[in-house]
């Protein structure tokens, strides 16, 4: 299907499901209910985890085949931002040139700083993306104003030239939103369900079906012959430049395509919400798409949206959990039980939710390795070997003789 291999095509349908669904996954307790805190399927959040996980299979392109880690990815993301807002501010609302200046814009700025980073690895590397970052990220705070707003970030305005919009948006005397051919990336509808609400965005499934295409993409990378390149660069570099190869052009066609990647991400963020500010070139932005990386698993290609999705969802629900929610879950022990649980839980809630994340990438680095990934895969192999086990038990059963 589509070029990919029997697996390969059953991992994108999988992914395709997830995406399409999700409205239903991420909805699985009713509304006022005592659970309704761990649902998930409002527009923002869903939009963050298919943008985010645009951004770490774009990531994981470079890191997972090449074994170059970057600190400087986050630059890539605030630029497609700033070109995104941009676009609309001068051309039009529509997110089709937004969105290609942004990956375009972001593909040069990463065809230059890795031209210069690339002429080191290892630490080197990460350090010399990690500077170039942040002389990115203070160049737009402070140096750029004109041109990124600032510390109050680039927004739009109503005097903004917008050549194609300047007549409607006269018209209603208001600033156009970002749309589609006039489908509005802000529209939703929703669906009531008993005490269930559905609820279904058309920015939420547009970024979606652009993750879907990008995932396809990664998957082409993965098992294409540039793709077996990298690999052996991450595999032993130094035997490949002995046999008199010139690994860099594969490097850096690497890197310029994750940095593309991280563009693109910043261009939808962009699209569901228009303006762009320097936080995004924030080292710890580009530290963020790192954890999501191999929290679910390094050179995998599901893994990246997996930890994407995770983090996610850690810090915009994990994060709201407060001491009062806390007690009325516990409410049914004694009033000094429910005291001690509520202390011993809450610095692990709620604003210390970082450091429930980060027991859990100590404990996926040193038990698994593989993410997430290789923690389903240890589970399905559990679940193989009992289905074995139960089998080879009938079949001995039915070759012992009745006594």
Not at 201 to 218: R, T
Not at 255 to 283: K, T
Not at 293 to 300: Q, S
Not at 395 to 401: F, G, H, I, M, R
Request: with cysteine; proline share 4%.
């Amino acid at each position: 299907m589509l070029g990919l291999q029997k697996k390969d095509a059953s991992l994108l349908l999988l992914v395709f499901a997830l995406t399409m669904l999700a409205p239903f996954i991420l909805n699985p307790f009713p509304e006022g209910s005592g659970w309704a805190q761990f649902n998930a399927g409002y527009p923002d959040l869903m939009q963050r985890f298919v943008i985010f996980g645009i951004f770490a299979i774009g990531f994981n392109i470079l890191f997972g085949l090449t074994g170059y880690l970057s600190f400087g990815h986050a630059a890539f993301l605030g630029v497609g931002s700033y070109s995104a807002v941009w676009m609309f501010k001068l051309l039009s609302m529509n997110v089709i040139p937004a969105i290609a200046l942004a990956v375009i814009t972001s593909g040069l700025f990463a065809l230059l700083i890795g031209f210069i980073s690339l002429r080191r690895s290892g630490i080197y590397f990460s350090i010399l993306t990690l500077a170039f970052a942040q002389m990115s990220f203070a160049l737009a705070y402070s140096v750029l104003t004109p041109i990124t707003g600032g510390e109050t970030g680039l927004q739009l305005a109503l005097d903004d030239p917008r050549i194609l919009d300047s007549i409607s948006a006269a018209a209603g005397g208001n600033i156009p939103v970002p749309s589609l051919f006039g489908i509005e990336m802000r529209d939703s509808s929703e669906w009531s369900v008993g005490s269930w609400v559905f609820t279904f965005n058309n920015g939420y499934y547009f970024a979606a079906f652009i993750m879907l295409c990008s995932f396809y993409l990664s998957i082409r990378i993965f098992r294409s012959p540039f793709g077996l390149m990298l690999r052996a660069v991450k595999s032993n570099q130094q035997r490949l430049n002995y046999t008199g190869l010139n690994t860099r052009p594969y490097t850096l066609a690497a890197f310029v395509i994750s940095g593309m990647y991280a563009g693109l991400a910043g261009g939808l963020m962009a699209a569901m919400d228009p303006l762009a500010g320097a936080e995004r070139m924030f080292w710890t932005a580009s530290g963020e798409v790192v954890l999501m990386t191999i929290l679910g698993g390094v050179g995998t290609l599901i893994g990246p949206v997996l930890g994407a999705g995770m983090i996610k969802y850690m810090e915009n629900i994990l994060s709201k959990i407060n001491s009062d929610i806390l007690h009325t879950w516990f409410a049914f022990l004694p009033d000094g039980l429910e005291d001690f649980i509520v202390t011993i839980i809450y610095p692990f809630i709620g604003k210390g939710w970082h450091l429930t994340l980060g027991l859990l990438f100590m404990m996926v680095v040193i038990f698994l390795p593989g993410g997430l990934v290789e923690g389903g895969q240890k589970i399905a192999k559990l679940f193989k070997r009992g289905k074995k086990d139960d089998d080879g038990a009938k079949a001995a059963d039915a070759t012992t003789p009745a006594e």
